[in-house]
């Protein structure tokens, strides 16, 4: 049952991602997931709490995939570029990241999206910021420049390709903020 309910919440997601919370009924959500209206609701409780297993979910898989990019060997900075561009969908789709898409949606009336998004945002910027360390002590990247500053930027500038991203930005001008940031390091 577990591996159904992820490949049922990954359905999910993708439908959340593609068209917003507000815009997605549960009708659609049960013929996506392949499963009837009411056994949506009996194994979820609602559309809501659909929704956040989701961004737990889609939260989960990127910092995992963070970890594993970050704990490979080699240089710092294209592993940095790399993460940013598949953060925010670089070149991918046109859809941007699911949760800025959803704390922009939803930030200012879903206290548990806020918390959820936060959660994330933190980590990846934990993250970023052990990169950038590395990098100062290879070498790679300047140490003049505070390396928590450094990560926060990369956060902001992950989060604002990602609004670029959906809005129809061209992946050769996402590509040219991504080499930009990173050269900044």
Request: glycine residues 10%.
């Amino acid at each position: 049952m577990r591996f159904e309910t992820d490949a049922a919440i990954d359905k999910a997601m993708d439908l959340f991602w593609l068209q917003g919370y507000a815009a997605t009924t549960p009708q659609q959500l049960a013929v996506e997931m392949g499963i009837g209206k009411g056994s949506l609701y009996n194994t979820f409780g609602s559309k809501h709490a659909l929704f956040v297993r989701a961004l737990r979910r889609y939260s989960e898989m990127r910092l995992e995939y963070l970890d594993d990019l970050f704990t490979a060997p080699g240089p710092m900075g294209p592993r940095i570029e790399v993460a940013m561009a598949v953060l925010a969908g670089v070149g991918e789709h046109r859809r941007g990241c699911v949760m800025v898409n959803a704390a922009a949606e939803l930030g200012t009336v879903d206290d548990e999206v806020n918390l959820i998004a936060d959660e994330l945002f933190t980590r990846i910027e934990a993250i970023f910021r052990r990169a950038i360390v590395n990098g100062q002590d290879s070498g790679e990247f300047d140490r003049g420049r505070p390396a928590d500053v450094a990560a926060r930027q990369l956060l902001a500038s992950v989060i604002g390709l990602s609004v670029l991203v959906k809005s129809g930005g061209r992946p050769e001008t996402c590509a040219t903020v991504v080499d930009g940031v990173v050269a900044g390091l």
